[in-house]
Nanobody
């Protein structure tokens, strides 16, 4: 069973950047598809980005495509979300998630496909 801890959230002005990190422990990190999700106040949790076990395949929601980049370092058991050109509508709690998958280049975009979740890190973008 893997444990996930996010960090890197904070307050930033619109147009700025943040880099979120997620540290994994307790499992074979390279066996997990990783994802980032977010939940704004009063809204449902939504998909942001996902990355395959090798890092060779990624996918993004349309709302962040071209601005956010997901990456992973399997040697350090870390996954990252580089967020550029931030907008006030990106304000949310951001969650790291993991799911064990056999296929090396599998990715997952639905929250119900993920088995493990971090506690979240808050991102606030001011206008």
């Amino acid at each position: 069973q893997v444990q996930l801890v996010e960090s890197g959230g904070g307050l930033v002005q619109a147009g700025g950047s943040l880099r979120l990190s997620c540290a994994a422990s307790g499992g074979s990190f390279s066996s997990y598809v990783m994802g980032w999700f977010r939940q704004a106040p009063g809204k449902e949790r939504e998909f942001v980005a996902t990355i395959s076990r090798t890092g060779g395949r990624t996918d993004y929601s349309d709302s962040v495509k071209g601005r956010f980049t997901i990456s992973r370092d399997n040697a350090k058991n870390m996954v990252f979300l580089q967020m550029n050109s931030l907008k006030p509508e990106d304000t949310a709690d951001y969650y790291c998630a993991a799911t064990l998958r056999y296929l090396l280049e599998a990715i997952r975009t639905r929250s119900r496909d993920y088995d493990y979740w971090g506690q979240g890190t808050q991102v606030t973008v001011s206008s």
